[in-house]
């Protein structure tokens, strides 16, 4: 398959466009407008790759996401192109209105007049899966329950009522239309090439430099853990054999509280960087974010048993090899905390 990826240059996006060129024989046109957490330093191992090419544009633009499907003739599109940080949403929901709602609204349209212009072989055979997550759900009690693909949805932030916006216009063009799209949920991404203000970076690069480790409200918040390289694996099952018009919820089963996971990476950096005194006393509590989800937890059986998929990384091993890789990687994250972001609290003008 010719698969369109957008929002290649990001954390996901990366992540399927490296399994989809080193794992598969599929190939990839990404699509990325290169905003600030985009980073092509992410797809190195693959730029040569005579199956790869990428594009600079914008998913607001139809005319040449249009021009793009048609140059291309592409068997699959996959949507990861998004604003994705919380906090900076509470800061700016401007720009996820624009991205998520109406890129997805041109996105989903460029692609209904390429699949409608398709023949019919081509035109059954062709996917458009929607990547979204599951803090469109709202959150859970942390006592029980788990999100399925029938939980209602209920988001509690900027991001991720605009994600659920994106998700209900997919599946309107799919009842509307007939155009044939899947659509996935997914739990907490991590592992390499995460830019560093997402929580488990940050947390392991302040703790590598000594620098205070922040801790919203009391820790208490909970998330289900998912190894990014096991959700790439997840999203070709789901592009590749994925029924139209299903939804499958995707998570690693490693349910952790934001508190635990800074302990866990404190240790594991002592271990891999040691120092005079225990990473532990870096932790310091600040007020919490607005709206703060208090546990997201997925239930992956539809995944796990209609197409067989299952996550191959524990939390206890993804860590360990995300933390190794951010100490042997410097070069990467080097020039982002240099000039991108540098570890400042983001969502705190409006915390109260």
């Given at each position: 398959m010719k698969i369109l990826v957008t929002g290649g240059a990001g954390f996901i996006g990366s992540a399927v466009c490296r399994h989809l060129i080193n794992n598969t024989d599929h190939s990839v046109v990404n699509l990325d407008k290169l905003t600030y957490a985009a980073n092509l330093s992410s797809l190195q191992e693959i730029a040569s790759s005579n199956r790869y090419r990428f594009v600079k544009a914008d998913i607001c633009d139809r005319q040449t996401v249009a021009d793009l499907l048609a140059e291309e003739q592409v068997d699959a599109i996959m949507h990861l192109a998004a604003e994705s940080h919380v906090d900076r949403s509470i800061d700016g929901p401007g720009e996820f209105i624009t991205t998520n709602i109406n890129g997805t609204f041109e996105l989903l349209e460029?692609?209904?007049?390429?699949?409608?212009?398709?023949?019919?072989?081509?035109?059954?055979?062709?996917?458009?899966?929607?990547?979204?997550?599951?803090?469109?759900?709202?959150?859970?009690?942390?006592?029980?329950?788990?999100?399925?693909?029938?939980?209602?949805y209920e988001p509690s932030s900027p991001y991720s009522a605009s994600k659920a916006a994106s998700d209900h216009l997919v599946?309107?063009?799919?009842?509307?239309?007939?155009?044939?799209?899947?659509?996935?949920?997914?739990?907490?991404?991590?592992?390499?090439y995460h830019f560093p203000e997402k929580l488990i970076p940050l947390m392991i690069l302040n703790a590598l430099h000594g620098e205070k480790l922040p801790v919203y409200g009391r820790g208490e918040n909970v998330r289900d853990w998912l190894y990014v390289d096991d959700h790439a694996r997840a999203l070709e099952m789901i592009v590749t054999r994925g029924e139209p018009g299903r939804t499958y919820n995707v998570g690693g089963r490693?349910?952790?509280?934001?508190?635990?996971?800074?302990?866990?990476?404190?240790?594991?950096?002592?271990?891999?960087?040691?120092?005079?005194?225990p990473r532990r006393?870096?932790?310091?509590?600040?007020?919490?974010?607005?709206?703060?989800?208090?546990?997201?937890?997925i239930d992956a059986t539809r995944l796990e048993t209609e197409l067989g998929w299952k996550a191959e990384e524990t939390f206890e091993t993804g860590l360990r090899k995300t933390?190794?890789?951010?100490?042997?990687?410097?070069?990467?994250?080097?020039?982002?905390?240099?000039?991108?972001?540098?570890?400042?609290?983001?969502?705190a003008k409006n915390a109260g």
């Open positions: 460029a692609a209904r007049a390429y699949w409608m212009g398709l023949p019919a072989e081509k035109r059954d055979a062709f996917r458009f899966h929607h990547i979204s997550t599951d803090e469109v759900y709202g959150d859970l009690p942390l006592d029980g329950g788990l999100f399925t693909e029938e939980t209602p599946m309107a063009w799919h009842r509307t239309y007939g155009l044939p799209v899947v659509m996935s949920n997914c739990s907490n991404n991590y592992g390499p490693n349910e952790r509280s934001n508190l635990d996971v800074v302990h866990a990476i404190c240790d594991t950096v002592d271990e891999l960087a040691p120092s005079d005194t006393d870096l932790i310091t509590y600040v007020t919490d974010r607005p709206g703060h989800d208090l546990r997201y937890a933390a190794e890789w951010y100490l042997a990687n410097e070069a990467w994250w080097r020039p982002i905390r240099a000039q991108r972001y540098s570890g400042e609290r983001l969502g």
